[in-house]
Every structure is written in C-alpha cells, then in structure tokens.
C-alpha cells in the first residue's frame, strides 16, 4: 500500500498507525484497493499529515465495527476475491472498514476532516454505534450516516437521532438504509421532513418502521394513517387542550430571531411569523418544529394590519365561538399579538400565538371551545 505520504517519515509526535491493528491489516490486505484512493485524495490536496492522523482517529472505529462480526458473513468470510469493486472478505468486516476508510478519505481530500465538523463526528462516534448496519451494507450505510448527519447536526439532534437508529434491525434491503434514516430523522424531531418520512415509513417492512417510529409493528398501518390526518395525535400523547409546542425563541438562547415575532396567517404551511424584517413559515407537528425563511414571500401587511380581537380564540373565530368567551388554555398571562387556526393544515382547534412578551411561538389546542 502507498504510504499516505509517499515514503516521507512522520514527524517526531504525528500519529503512527499500528500495522497490527485491525485497520492496519484490513489497509495491509487490501492495499490494490485503497491506493487509488489515497492517490486520489492526494491528488485533491489532502496534505500528508492530515491523512496519517485521520486513519489514526479510525482506528477503534475500526475496532468497533469489527468487534461482532455477524455470523452469517463470518462463515463466508474467505470465499470472494478481492477486486477493487468487492474487497475480500477475509478479515470479518473488511469490507465495512474500507467503506470507513473510503468515507475518511474523502472528508479530509474535501477539508471536513475538523473536530467539531459533523461529517467526523458521524464517523468516530455515530458509525461505532450502528456497527449492525454498517457491516449489513457499508457502502450505503458509512455515505449515508455521514451526509444525514450533516444535516441532523444542525439541529442538535445528532445524539438522538442515532439512538434512534441503533435502537432498530439493521435493514435486510440496503434500498432500505436511506428511507429509514429519513424516518428516524423526522421522528426525531426534524419536521420539515415529515411529509417524506411518513412516504418513506410505509414503504419500509413494519418492523424496521416500527422500530424507528417507537409503535409495535401490527400498530404502524393505523399509526400512520390517523397522524396523517391529525399531525398532533401520536400514541400516548395527551389529546387534551393546552400548549402543543413552543416555536422558536431569541438568537441569544438558540433561537433564530432578535426581536419579538408576529403570528400571521399565509405561506405554504398556512402558518407564518414575521420577525426581524423577515418572513418565515412555521413548520411543526407532535414530533418537532421549526421555521423556514422564505424569501419570496411578503406578509409584513399582515403583521401591520390592525389587530384582531385577542386573548380569545373565541372572538377569533368569530360566529363559531359565541359568548362567553373562552380563554386560551395556557399557562402564561400575555396579550397575544396574533392568534392563526391551523385550517385545513392542522386543524381548525390548534392555533399558533404570537405575544407581547415572548421570543417564541404557541402552538394551542383550544378543543372544548364551544361550538
């Protein structure tokens, strides 16, 4: 194997990796088949050094995806040769530690290969704990775990999300890998992906989706259907009127905007916030929320127009909620500055509300107003 760095000697301190341990002889055996990619990776510039000390992090991944080998690939560990397209098999779960090196390779030609970076974060502590379904199909599970990651980082919610997935069977299709990401991401919380999920869901075999749905898998037919039609009802979740979700909050704590934000009804979910000169639409269901920007989209007249009747979703829907007028059911005492039924998004007994005093958004489920 081409020594990442040609024959150059490491400098006296860099990390030198132990030809004994499980990556060093999976690069050992399978030299014809990773030398291209270093050269590759040298030639997008990946600096020598940078190469030595990322294999050198791998290492207990290596470790950690080797540990358990899956019986039923043990016993055919030695049978295929290796090519560069199918390595051999002759080290139980080789094949998962090229699909690392391959991905590790690559972050670091890209520059990515950073503490802190999600993509490295996804290979040295996420890969180690869904090692089932990286030795099942390494080469759509190691790409796939790291772009998602990318993406789930951004919301905090990496931890959760691969929780999420090592709690589940590793898929017996590898068709299966990406749509059960996307699953587990959205039931994790990341909502703008729920339309897809819930698609992708009742594609997936019931118990592969049960699993990352958190439902027994006789449940997930009529789980999915009836939260399709009611985005706020999951199993076991209280149905009763209240405060649903909270949106949103100050970019100090977390929160995407600085001054307080306005509810106002429009955009492609029916439900928006105008905060900051900006307009957003509000993205939310029972698993998550969050708030989309939208450019192209002015409803600052809404904001401006002047005030509908507050503190009551009564005068609110006015002509549905006669006298005496109902309270929102919350725990605050606030004047609200804008108050917007879900409609046909989410029904017309869930509002969002916008108030005087606070960085985020209610979501409200007013059921038990009179009709």
């Known amino acids: 194997m081409t020594t990442p760095g040609g024959d150059a000697p490491a400098r006296p301190g860099a990390p030198v990796l132990d030809p004994g341990s499980t990556l060093g002889r999976v690069l050992r055996a399978h030299a014809a088949t990773v030398d291209p990619w270093l050269r590759t990776a040298q030639g997008l510039g990946a600096e020598p050094a940078a190469v030595r000390a990322a294999l050198a992090d791998v290492v207990p991944v290596a470790d950690a995806l080797t540990a358990t080998p899956d019986p039923a690939r043990a016993d055919d560990a ?16 080789a ?11 690559d972050l670091v030609a890209r520059g990515r290969w950073h503490t802190g970076r999600a993509q490295r974060t996804a290979v040295v502590q996420v890969l180690p704990a869904l090692a089932p379904w990286v030795r099942a199909h390494p080469t759509h599970v190691v790409p796939a775990v790291v ?8 919301t905090g919610l990496l931890d959760a999300w691969s929780a999420r997935v090592a709690a589940a069977p590793a898929p017996d299709d590898a068709a299966h890998v990406r749509p059960a990401l996307l699953v587990a991401a959205w039931r994790t919380g990341l909502v703008r992906y729920r339309d897809a999920a819930l698609d992708a869901a009742a594609a997936l075999p019931v118990a592969l989706a049960g699993a990352l749905l958190g439902v027994a898998p006789d449940d997930v037919a009529d789980v999915l ?3 399709r039609a009611d985005r706020w009802w ?3 979740v209280p149905d009763g009127a209240g405060v649903l ?10 929160g995407p905007w600085v001054g307080l934000p306005v509810a106002v009804p429009g955009g492609p979910t029916g439900w928006a916030v105008i905060a900051d000169g900006q307009t957003w639409a509000v993205v ?4 998550g929320a969050g708030v989309v920007p939208v450019d192209d989209l002015d409803l600052s007249a809404a904001a401006d127009a002047p005030p509908r009747p507050r503190g009551a979703v009564g005068r609110l829907l006015a002509g549905r909620a006669p006298a005496p ?3 929102l059911p919350v725990p605050w005492q606030d004047a609200t500055t804008g108050v917007v039924p879900g409609g046909a998004a989410t029904g017309d007994d869930v509002v969002l509300v916008s108030r005087a005093h606070s960085y985020a958004l209610d979501v409200v489920r007013v059921a038990g107003v009179p009709a």
Do not use: K
């Not at 094949?95 to 390779?105: F, G, K, M, S, W």
């Not at 909270?246 to 100090?252: E, M, T």
């Not at 939310?284 to 698993?287: G, K, Q, R, S, T």
């Open 95 to 105: 094949d998962a530690v090229l699909a690392l090196v391959r991905t590790t390779l």
């Open 147 to 154: 772009a998602a990651a990318d993406v789930v980082a951004r």
């Open 234 to 236: 999951w199993p076991q």
């Open 325 to 327: 007028e109902p309270s």
């Open 245 to 254: 979700r909270r949106v949103g909050g100050f970019a100090g704590w977390g």
């Open 225 to 227: 259907t009836r939260h």
């Open 78 to 93: 030695t049978d295929a040769p290796p090519t560069p397209d199918s390595p051999a098999r002759d080290l139980p779960g």
């Open 284 to 287: 939310a269901d029972v698993h």
